[in-house]
Each structure stands twice: as C-alpha cells, then as structure tokens.
C-alpha cells in the first residue's frame, strides 16, 4: 500500500496518469483502498490537521456496496468556476446534488442514523458538476479497488448557490445538462439511490469509523444523474436541476 500511494502521490503532484496493470494485486479489499487514499491525503497535505470539508459518495444503486473519498480542497470551486490551466489527464463530469451538514455527527449518533431520520442533519443542498478524472492510464481496466484508492477518480468540484434542503419528489425530479454547444442531455428522476439524502447514514458511518466527528459544514455530493459524460478543453458545463439551482464550469 505505501508504494502504490506513493506512486498515486506523485501522479497527482506530476499531473501524469500511470498504468494499472502493475498495481492490479497491491490491494486487497476496500479497507486497504481507503487507506491508500488516506495516504494520498497526507503526502500532498489536503488537510493537514483539519477534517475534509468535502466529500463524493454514491454507488450504482440501494443494493450496491457505496464508496467514498475525500476531496481535495483546492479542486473545490464556486459556479462558475474556470479550470483553464488546471491539468485533467481524461476528464469526464458528473451532474450531481450536494448536501451540506447542519450540525457535527459524532460517531455514536452516526451509528443510530437512518435515511429517514439523516436528512435533519441537512441545512442545504445544491446542484454540483464533479469533474471526474483518474491517474490511471486506464481507468476503464483498472479494478474497482485501484479506482477506489485514486480517491474514486476525483478531479475537480464545482458547486452552485445553496438553498435551503427540503424534500423533493425526486422521481419527477428533471437535470439538464448542457456541454459546449451539444444538444442538451435531460433526465428526469435518475438519481441511482432514488433520493441523494438516502446515502446519509452509510457515508457518515464510514467517515466516523475511526472516531472522529464530522464538522457541521462538512458537504458531500451524491451521485451523478447522467453517469460520467465525456469533456474536452475549453468546453463549459451547464447543469440545471429546476427549482434546486444551477452550476456552470468551464474546462
């Protein structure tokens, strides 16, 4: 695990993309990801003594096992945002909700949470573009392991005006997202866990394992409606979801 964050440390100060298939055994179950991206965190100096104040979670769907990672801060933008000279080895986005925490989450009243009950820890919530990158050559063949531990393929964040949470019927629930000058990729009620506040309880219990408390202002962003679609240099995003808000990044 040390040499392959060290590797992952050094794609990512290199801005440079390795390739996975040397690295395919170095880890071994997702404890040993996490602690990978941990390390990551640590060589770079995300954090220092702070607690991330961002974080992505999802999964495919309820039944599927959610992952998460902690975001670097310097990616975390404000719509609109401009990544022009920021480097992206293969960049797609993701159209997403974030939620913001109103109050801390102590490991033990994490371990109580449901997603009924999750959602009063939410003050606010807004429309979020995740530019999705690897170091890795070739994300679609490295294992789900290596992803994982390169920080869940993270590149950037851009969030939009927050407004105050509230529950939505999120199957009727329309994105639109706009890329450069393409026609405009709608979906309505595609969220993969049908609620964006249902994830609550697994990634706070995840975030607290070892004892820590999760601040209040701590935001995460939930998972794309859209799946990951591709961008180029130069292309600017646009993703609305009505009645939530708007966010807007130029690659």
Known sequence: MTDLAAALASAWREHRAIASAAWTDSV?????????????????GWFGSAAPGHWKSGGPSRDAVLTHAP??????????????????????????VALRLCEPVTPERAATLTPETAAALIDAMTVSIEIVDSRWKDPAQ???????ADQQSHGALVLGAWVPYAARDWAAQVCETRIGGSAPELRRGTHPMGDPAWLLPVWLR??????????????????????????HEGDTVVVEFPGIGRAEARL
Do not use: C, K
């Open 28 to 44: 071994g179950d997702a404890a040993q990801a996490y602690a990978v991206q941990d390390r990551v965190a640590q060589a770079l």
């Open 142 to 148: 490295a294992t789900a392991l290596l992803r994982l």
């Open 206 to 231: 995840h975030v607290t394992q070892g004892g820590a408390t999760v601040p209040s202002g701590t935001v995460v962003t939930t998972g794309s409606w859209v799946g990951v679609l591709p961008v």
């Open 71 to 96: 975001l670097p801060p310097a990616g975390v933008r404000a719509s609109p945002a401009s990544f022009a000279g920021m480097h992206f080895n293969a960049p797609g986005i993701e159209s997403e």
